[in-house]
């Protein structure tokens, strides 16, 4: 008998297979658990539209402070003022004004967000007022020419539900108003651009900071989407990026804010596209 | 001792086996588990059959994205299969040895190609040339199901072919010995006897159209109202999960998880379908 295909030799290497596989699956077993529990460890929780921006900087910190974790989660401006109420986390993000009970919170202002309303750079329609942006996303208009702009459909993009750039557009520019829901709809701000720059009949909403040459910002109600217009409060589409905490920020959370309202925070900010000045910080 | 030994190789191998079945006894156990709260808490009338998909007031009605879904598979099976099993005639039937030996591995890379990157395509290529020669903001049902269209081809063409080539040589040799020439042969013979095989072969072709989401999301316009032409964008069940899965929560994400009921219950019983229809024509 060939001793190469005996059933021992055979069963042996099975065996050594299976083994391989069972060590295999036992060292990502391993692997999963030895995730050290770091020592310090603060939760910040809120506005999905802070998220991003607040992931980012945590993400900087942490690189400065090995043994600190900051755990990010998402859940609405309401329910991070809730959780830095109560205490379930050590700062909470909102992206809009605190109101009623919220006030006693302790908050800075980290930046501003504005929103640019974006069309084609071919479009001849420079300025729009308000009432134009509303009539146009609830499609009570709907040719470019009775804007004052050539004759063509208005394409109409939007973002998805629950984005938080959709719930400032809505707050903001649309008194609260339900966008059509024939707007085209797409889950970036990356996409809206790239759409709004490539179909002259388009016209959508991105972050200010992610405006380029691709696509032309209108100028609303006679003010101009720009940084100084936003600082000095005339621009209408702006909200506050705010950090709340229940009293005054103390241990990780108080550095953590002090990083992110420092020179380096702020460029970080700026760098991604928000609006930033000397924070104001109120007790 | 030994027989233990004998044994347990196939044992192991049998676990193995069962993780594979238990991943899917997981995935769907938690789909249902996260999803029908909201069915029932909405109604599975008002959630199937409603008109509207507003998450932010609580309105969950999923009928725009199934009839979106419908018509842009509709529409990748009406361009798509004829072209598939003209391609499979062609292949078993009429191409030189040299030409089959280079189309056919080619439609097998057409499998190969990642979604994301047909939907790139169809986004720079397709999308901008409807809006420049049929008109409205090129992101359309018709851009879905061009793109679909051509990626079903692979497993409409294999599967049809496959059943071409199953069928006795005696049927198309009787055929060719009473007179009838190769074309009348193929259409009077050959396709009738193939055609439960065909018809499961167009069937999976379908599935496969309505679980596509990646390349669908870039090139559909993902609007939540009903499309009102081949022209009008609109949302299919997958890119309803796949657009909106980022920040949603709470009811949100449970909807999202019911939305996948429903996808998956549409797949299952495309499956079963084409599974009998291949059992009956191997008869």
Redesign the interface.
């Known amino acids: 008998m060939n001793p190469l295909f005996s059933d021992r030799m055979r069963n042996r290497n099975l065996l050594r297979l299976a083994g391989m596989i069972l060590v295999s699956l036992g060292l990502l077993l391993v692997s999963g658990c030895s995730q050290a529990q770091k020592a310090h460890q603060i939760i910040i929780a809120g506005s999905t539209s802070v998220q991003p921006f607040a992931e980012i900087l945590a993400e900087e910190y942490m690189k400065m402070h090995p043994d600190i974790s900051i755990d990010i989660q998402g859940g609405g401006s309401s329910s991070g003022i809730k959780a830095a109420l109560s205490g379930t986390a050590a700062i909470g993000m909102s992206s809009r004004d605190l109101k009623g009970d919220e006030l006693s919170l302790w908050s800075a202002e980290i930046a501003r967000d504005g929103l640019a309303i974006i069309v084609h750079p071919d479009n001849t329609v420079n300025e729009l007022t308000s009432a134009q942006v509303q009539d146009i996303y609830i499609k009570a208009v709907d040719n470019w020419a009775q804007l004052g702009g050539q004759d063509g459909n208005i394409h109409l993009f939007t973002r998805e539900e629950g984005s938080g750039t959709r719930d400032a557009f809505v707050s903001l520019a649309m008194d609260n108003a339900d966008v059509t829901p024939k707007a085209m709809v797409q889950d970036s701000n990356g996409a809206v651009r790239q759409l709004v720059g490539d179909d002259p009949g388009a016209i959508g909403y991105i972050s200010l900071g992610l405006v380029n040459e691709q696509v032309k910002p209108v100028v609303l109600d006679g003010v101009a989407a720009s940084h100084a217009n936003i600082i000095n409060g005339s621009y209408k589409l702006s909200r506050p990026f705010l950090f709340v905490s229940n009293g005054d920020p103390v241990g990780i959370a108080k550095d953590f804010i002090d990083f992110v309202l420092s020179e380096e925070g702020r460029q970080i900010l700026t760098r991604e596209g928000l609006v930033t000045r000397d924070a104001e910080v109120q007790s | 001792m030994k027989r233990l030994?004998?044994r347990?190789?196939g044992f192991?191998?049998l676990l193995?086996a069962l993780s594979a079945l238990s991943a899917l006894a997981l995935i769907i156990v938690f789909i249902f588990y996260e999803g029908i709260p909201i069915i029932a808490k909405v109604g599975l009338g008002q959630f199937t059959l409603g008109m509207?998909?507003?998450?932010?007031?609580g309105e969950f009605g999923i009928l725009?994205m199934i009839i979106g879904t419908v018509s842009v598979t509709l529409g990748a099976a009406v361009l798509g299969v004829p072209v598939a099993i003209l391609t499979s005639i062609f292949l078993t039937e009429f191409a030189p040895a040299a030409v089959s030996r280079i189309v056919r591995p080619a439609i097998q890379l057409l499998a190969g190609i990642p979604s994301v990157v047909y939907g790139f395509w169809g986004l720079t290529f397709i999308?901008?040339y409807i809006?420049l020669w049929i008109g409205?903001?090129?992101?359309s049902v018709l851009a879905g199901s061009v793109i679909l269209a051509i990626m079903i081809l692979p497993t409409v063409i294999s599967i049809t072919e496959v059943s071409l080539l199953a069928l006795p040589r005696t049927y198309k040799e009787g055929s060719l010995a009473i007179g009838a020439t190769q074309w009348q042969t193929v259409w009077s013979v050959q396709l009738p006897a193939a055609k439960s095989g065909i018809m499961a072969a167009v069937i999976l072709g379908i599935g496969r159209a309505v679980g596509e989401t990646m390349a669908v999301?870039m090139v559909l316009?993902?609007?939540?109202?009903l499309p009102e032409s081949l022209l009008?964008?609109a949302?299919t069940l997958t890119t309803n999960i796949g657009?909106?899965m980022?920040?949603?929560?709470g009811d949100?994400q449970q909807a999202l998880f019911a939305t996948g009921i429903v996808l998956l219950v549409i797949v299952m019983s495309l499956n079963s379908i084409a599974q009998a229809t291949l059992k009956r024509s191997q008869r």
């Open positions: 030994l004998d347990l190789p192991i191998f193995i509207s998909w507003a998450p932010g007031k725009p999308v901008p809006r409205g903001p090129g992101l999301i316009g993902n609007a939540v109202a009008d964008p949302r657009i909106e980022g920040y949603a929560s949100h």
